[in-house]
């Protein structure tokens, strides 16, 4: 062995522990940020959901996120916001106006084209487009996150929901994230029209019979309440738990998968029908049970838990849906003219 | 038009002017006392009064019988009065007085009784039984038992023909029902043995003049069907269910918003409806699109849900109470019948939609009684009246908690328009197959 050879390996062997050391350090990061969550989870009086999100894409983008900017502009958001509700161009005849038209705002800001006054003139802020490069994340993880959202004007059925039900609770009005079947989107309520669902992927109002029908719901699924139910904020830090253990899974794989489950049983104890946090349990004990001797008592174990969990997904109705078919129901939805009942009924006088 | 008007309204304005100048102009005339009579003196006018003039003591005699009448008239209102206030008592506290001095009752109570016994588990659960027994009631105790149970046993004897023709098995769930919705919604021939005729059956006809049962209540009967060959939306479905039942097919009823159908479960565990209105199989996202079915609605299991013979036969209950009430109104039979069918029911919606409705028939004739015109002055006026303001608040929070939302008559016919039209499709397209 030549003397640069065994220098190369030497220099080798101390990356990879500089590497080991960092993600090391990173994994304790992670952990930490679980517990933040976890103490939010346990006293309710420190629910935050905005707050949720941050920690959890703060530290999947290796804490490059300053989070006085990431309140900033969700305050920014919201001030433009309250600047279309007092504009006065909303007409809506019933007594619970505020919440009514604090819902009509938020869409119209992120669905369409703003004119704002400054100093010097009339500046537009344009409505957030869909992001149909990477809808899942699956190039980059990054691209599921509020805080990219922010930055790009680029959002999916995870960050635009999650920034909607944000904006909604800086303005002090309820609005609900709710599940589909790899979707997410807004559920609210007012007098007029009783129940409606909030697309904004393609600024759309689809019915309830739609998003079963074409998100491949099973009545089932819909009769136990795993889809299409609203989320309390308890139930959507929930989420971010899951998002969390996803952050982690993108950056250093599952590694022997504790970190994982440990995220998906917390959420499932505070919000024990989260479909989402089944199926990443799920899929993790299935990887954990390939890796395992199956014949020996772990890997048994591993096979009777992953086919447990299987069973009970099933039974609570949940079918997958195959990646073609959601590429195409993200197409239709755009094109498809489904009900336009919102629209109609929360009329805006003139394109602000 | 416009003209006249502005005329008419120049012309009074100008009186107008004219009489605020002359009240200007005149000065104020002295003004004189109108002369009054004295008034008369009792004593003087009595001792006046000759015992021989006899106007004057026809006066006295109407004087005093116009006293007595004003002191009558006071204690009739008083009587009134307190007979309203005994009748907001009653109302209040013990509702809708009883029917049962009225001739027909006696069915119902009958009826009733053994309904009640069939879901107490001291008979056999016989859901034919039951369809008899909440028409017969409305019918009187007119209809024969024996001729009802022949009249299904013939259309149970063609199911079996057809299947032995078809060489099908007649153990198999699948086979049973699938004939029964031949049966209903198709025209079955059967050949018989040598020279014979086929028979041909008929398909049962929908009731296009009168589906909501509005005309004739009886239109949804299943002994009406039975007669007639039409059905509608609930006579249809249950009638299969009672053939399912003689037959020995498992078959389920299962609701959308005014609407029923049947449904089925194959080996594999799938569910299938039977739209029988139109001979169709079509799937839950259908009914949810076309009847605006909300997810609230489905998760609290009031819509779609498969309804077992048990929970069938206590929804029938609620059925006899739409009858009893159509003959004689609401009283605590009518409440006794919705109480025990929401205590062996899973799906609560048609018992509270019509204990709703008795509360509200109650609450507004308290509020007649009492000269209420809100809620407010009624809890004032008679606090026990109020608390059937507050059941029927709860009641209607109860039903909107259910995800239950009013569907507009339009939305239904348009439904039913619909439907007819795929129905025309599906027939010419199967046509062109044939061909």
């Given at each position: 062995m030549t003397i640069k050879e065994s220098r190369s390996i030497v220099y080798l062997c101390f990356t990879l522990c500089i590497n080991l050391i960092y993600s090391q350090k990173q994994i304790d990061e992670f952990q930490h940020t679980f517990e933040k969550i976890d103490n939010m989870l346990v006293n309710s009086n420190e629910l935050n959901f905005k707050k949720a999100v941050f920690e959890v894409e703060n530290i999947s983008s290796d804490n490059q996120l300053k989070e006085d900017v990431f309140n900033n502009t969700v305050q920014l958001y919201t001030s433009i916001c309250r600047g279309i509700i007092a504009s006065g161009n909303i007409e809506y005849p019933e007594n619970d106006k505020e919440k009514a038209t604090a819902q009509c705002a938020v869409f119209e800001f992120m669905t369409d084209s703003i004119p704002l006054k400054t100093g010097d003139g009339v500046i537009m802020h344009f409505p957030f487009q869909y992001n149909f490069d990477d809808f899942a994340g699956q190039k980059d993880w990054s691209n599921m996150f509020v805080s990219t959202l922010m930055q790009t004007k680029k959002g999916n059925c995870h960050s635009l929901p999650y920034l909607y039900k944000m904006i909604m609770d800086e303005l002090g009005q309820p609005a609900y994230l709710s599940l589909a079947p790899n979707h997410i989107y807004i559920k609210a309520q007012n007098k007029r029209v009783g129940w409606y669902n909030i697309e904004l992927t393609c600024g759309d109002f689809p019915t309830d019979a739609w998003l079963m029908a074409s998100g491949y719901i099973h009545t089932d699924a819909l009769r136990n309440g795993i889809y299409m139910d609203t989320l309390s904020t308890k139930q959507s830090v929930c989420l971010c738990l899951v998002d969390l253990a996803q952050g982690y899974q993108s950056k250093f794989g599952i590694q022997d998968g504790s970190f994982i489950l440990k995220c998906c049983e917390t959420a499932l104890t505070h919000f024990p029908k989260y479909i989402n946090a089944m199926l990443l349990k799920a899929e993790t004990l299935t990887a954990l049970y390939k890796q395992s001797?199956?014949?020996?008592e772990p890997g048994k174990k591993l096979f009777a838990q992953m086919n447990e969990m299987y069973k009970h997904i099933y039974e609570l109705g949940y079918r997958k849906m195959p990646q073609g078919m959601y590429l195409n129901w993200l197409k239709s939805s755009g094109t498809q003219t489904t009900n336009y009942r919102m629209k109609s009924l929360l009329r805006t006088k003139a394109s602000m | 038009m416009r003209k006249i008007v502005l005329y008419s309204f120049l012309i009074i304005s100008s009186y107008s002017v004219a009489q605020t100048s002359a009240t200007v102009r005149i000065p104020q005339l002295p003004t004189v006392g109108i002369p009054q009579p004295n008034t008369p003196n009792l004593y003087q006018s009595q001792q006046q009064a000759s015992p021989y003039n006899s106007n004057e003591v026809l006066n006295i005699k109407r004087r005093n019988e116009a006293l007595i009448n004003e002191a009558t008239e006071h204690q009739r209102l008083i009587d009134s009065r307190n007979q309203t206030h005994s009748d907001i008592h009653m109302l209040a506290t013990k509702g809708f007085p009883s029917q049962?001095?009225?001739?027909?009752t006696a069915n119902y109570y009958k009826a009733f009784d053994e309904i009640n016994n069939m879901l107490e588990g001291n008979q056999p659960l016989n859901l034919g039984r039951v369809v008899f027994l909440v028409e017969n009631a409305y019918y009187n105790n007119t209809l024969n038992y024996d001729d009802y149970q022949k009249g299904l046993s013939d259309q149970i004897k063609i199911c079996d023909e057809k299947i032995r023709e078809d060489k099908?098995?007649?153990?198999d769930n699948l086979v049973k029902n699938m004939m029964l919705f031949r049966l209903i919604s198709d025209t079955l021939k059967i050949k018989k043995g040598g020279s014979e005729k086929p028979i041909t059956h008929f398909p049962i006809k929908y009731d296009l003049d009168d589906y909501k049962s509005?005309?004739?209540?009886?239109?949804?009967f299943v002994t009406k069907l039975m007669r007639s060959g039409i059905g509608q939306c609930y006579s249809m479905p249950l009638y299969y269910l009672v053939l399912a039942e003689k037959l020995g097919a498992k078959a389920y009823w299962s609701f959308s918003p005014r609407h029923s159908f049947v449904k089925i479960q194959d080996e594999k565990g799938t569910w299938y409806n039977l739209e029988l209105t139109c001979g169709a199989i079509l799937s839950d996202a259908h009914y949810m699109n076309s009847s605006y079915i909300k997810a609230e609605a489905l998760r609290n299991r009031i819509y779609l849900e498969p309804m077992g013979k048990k929970e069938i036969v206590a929804y029938l209950l609620d059925e006899l109470a739409k009858g009893y009430y159509e003959k004689f109104g609401l009283d605590d039979f009518y409440l006794n019948c919705l109480n025990t069918s929401s205590k062996n029911a899973k799906n609560q919606l048609e018992p509270l939609i019509m204990k709703a409705a008795y509360e509200s028939s109650l609450v507004l004739t308290l509020a007649k009684l009492l000269e209420a015109q809100k809620p407010e002055i009624m809890q004032q006026k008679s606090p026990e009246a109020y608390q059937h303001y507050l059941k029927l608040q709860n009641l209607n929070q109860q039903i909107d908690n259910l995800g239950y939302e009013e569907l507009p008559d339009g939305i239904y016919a348009k439904w039913l328009e619909y439907i007819n039209k795929l129905k025309a499709k599906e027939d010419k397209r199967k046509s062109l197959k044939s061909r």
């Open positions: 001797e199956k014949d020996s | 049962s001095y009225q001739d027909g099908l098995n007649r153990e509005e005309k004739h209540f009886d239109s949804h």
